[in-house]
């Protein structure tokens, strides 16, 4: 079985869609949870999909979309130390 949560699942029929619950999100998005529930709040972030009373879970394209979003649109620079 794979334990991953970063990868893509099939069932006999065929790829299902993919699900991240909360630890995967945090840490594709390298958000805090106090953070990331702020922004679902402000309408910054996608709202998960409800599994059960006490579970939730967010669609994998509409995180994949949402970081994708953020990336930067001008040419990338060196990043360059503090320190030096």
Do not use: C
Not at 44 to 72: E, I
């Amino acid at each position: 079985m794979n334990d991953n949560p970063l990868t893509e699942s099939t069932d006999g029929i065929g790829t299902m869609p993919h699900l991240l619950r909360l630890p995967a999100v945090l840490h594709v998005t390298g958000l805090g949870r106090s953070t990331l529930y702020k922004m679902i709040a402000e309408n910054k972030f996608p709202a998960p999909v409800q599994l059960a009373k006490r579970a939730v879970a967010w669609r994998h394209d509409d995180v994949r979309r949402w970081t994708s979003d953020r990336l930067p649109a001008s040419p990338r620079r060196a990043w360059v130390s503090p320190r030096g």
